[in-house]
T-cell receptor, first 113, second 117 residues
């Protein structure tokens, strides 16, 4: 079955430290992959997306993600986090012939001052 | 950009009443709109997919008679929660898409917090 898994429910990093949020997918073909961020009580904002081509995707707010087919992963990275990055992060994916996308359960990012 | 709005942002209603939530794509035409429900500290669960001018496709376990979806134009979809009960209290989020996943992505509204007393 198609699925998107975010293994970490909570992640805590210090301000200024690097960040990596994990995402694994299970799809038969190359999926369409997304990372969204949700601040408390808000909707979702698209950080970046991967459809095809270059496996390293640059997004907004200094985020990037790398598609690794061999590991079925699409991890989100940022070299130096800021306090305002504290939020819930969702990885999502969709199949080739299906317009629906499936969301992971989310990872809540906490930033230590 | 692609902006999606939702109205109202918050609504409180009495048990047994109906509530309508609007989702609008402000600067593009959306061939497809999606309605999600998000429980506290949980992920988004797709409720239904609506295409302009046709009936919505509901996910398994979602009561179509309770959650009425209308997609009357390329910029507006509405979700009506009929005979609302406290267990319907949730955060409802819509998204709008210009094309399929191969050409575009979903743009999300800010969500509507529904509280049923």
């Amino acid at each position: 079955a198609q699925s998107v898994t975010q293994p970490d429910i909570h992640i805590t990093v210090s301000e200024g430290a690097s960040l990596e949020l994990r995402c694994n997918y299970s799809y038969g073909a190359t999926p369409y992959l997304f990372w969204y961020v949700q601040s408390p009580g808000q909707g979702l904002q698209l950080l970046l997306k991967y459809f095809s081509g270059d496996t390293l995707v640059q997004g907004i707010k200094g985020f990037e993600a790398e598609f690794k087919r061999s590991q079925s992963s699409f991890n989100l990275r940022k070299p130096s986090v800021h306090w305002c990055d504290a939020a819930e992060y969702f990885c999502a994916g969709g199949g080739n012939r299906d317009d629906k996308i499936i969301f992971g359960k989310g990872t809540r990012l906490h930033i230590l001052p | 950009g692609a902006v999606v709005s939702q109205h109202p942002s918050r609504v409180i209603c009495k048990s047994g009443t109906s509530v309508k939530i609007e989702c609008r794509s402000l600067d593009f035409q959306a061939t497809t709109m999606f309605w999600y429900r998000q429980f506290p500290k949980q992920s988004l669960m797709l409720m239904a997919t609506s295409n302009e001018g046709s009936k919505a496709t509901y996910e398994q376990g979602v009561e179509k008679d309770k959650f009425l979806i209308n997609h009357a134009s390329l910029t507006l979809s509405t979700l009506t929660v009929t005979s609302a009960h406290p267990e319907d209290s949730s955060f409802y989020i819509c998204s709008a898409q210009k094309g399929g996943p191969s050409t575009d992505t979903q743009y999300f509204g800010p969500g509507t917090r529904l509280t049923v007393l």
